[in-house]
Structures are given as structure tokens and as C-alpha cells.
């Protein structure tokens, strides 16, 4: 079994330069951390890294309910901008891939 160590290369951590130009790029500055549409961007990048961790390990079950409950509050953040603005919800889905 391999170390911690030894399995950093899959390892998750953005660094504070990446996060902080997701602000900018989905909250409109880099303090902005809690607008709706940059907390489904953080949420978006968190599902891509814990899907491909599931497909290698398959067994991996408190991480497939992490992962439902992570897809589960980006959808209802999702439902949220839609109710208040669709035209921002569309180009946001847009931007990250997400399918609706």
C-alpha cells in the first residue's frame, strides 16, 4: 500500500493562487468567496476530482456519498441562480460543462 507521501500526485489540494482566480473568474473578485455561482464553481472542480478518484478506486464508499452529497448541494445552489437569474445560470453552466 502505498504512503501518503507517495500518492501526492493525486492529491486534491488547489493551491491559493488557483482558488483565488476561480473567485475572480466566477465571483467577480478574489474576496468574493461566497457568491452562489463561485461556491458551483469550487463545487464543480471538488466533483471532477472525487469522480476520478472514484473510477480508480471503485470500493471507495464514504466517498461516493461525499460525492452525491456534493452534486446534491451544487444542484440546489444551481436551482437558486436559476430562480434569480437564468441568463446567468445558462452561461455558467456553459463555462464549467455542466449538463442540466
Not at 457568491?35 to 480508480?56: C, D, N, P, W
Not at 456534493?70 to 437564468?86: M, Q, S
Request: overall charge positive; charged content about 30%.
Amino acid at each position: 500500500m502505498p504512503s501518503f507521501k507517495e500518492n501526492q500526485s493525486h492529491t486534491m489540494h488547489l493551491t491559493t493562487e488557483d482558488k483565488k482566480e476561480i473567485f475572480k473568474t466566477y465571483g467577480g473578485s478574489e474576496t468574493n468567496t461566497g457568491s452562489a455561482e463561485a461556491q458551483v464553481a469550487m463545487f464543480t472542480q471538488r466533483i471532477t476530482y472525487l469522480t476520478g478518484h472514484l473510477k480508480i478506486n471503485k470500493k471507495d464508499f464514504s466517498t461516493e456519498l461525499s460525492l452525491v452529497k456534493l452534486v446534491g448541494k451544487r444542484r440546489a445552489l444551481l436551482d437558486y441562480i436559476a430562480k434569480k437569474d437564468i441568463y446567468k445560470y445558462r452561461e455558467l453552466i456553459k463555462q464549467l460543462g455542466i449538463r442540466k
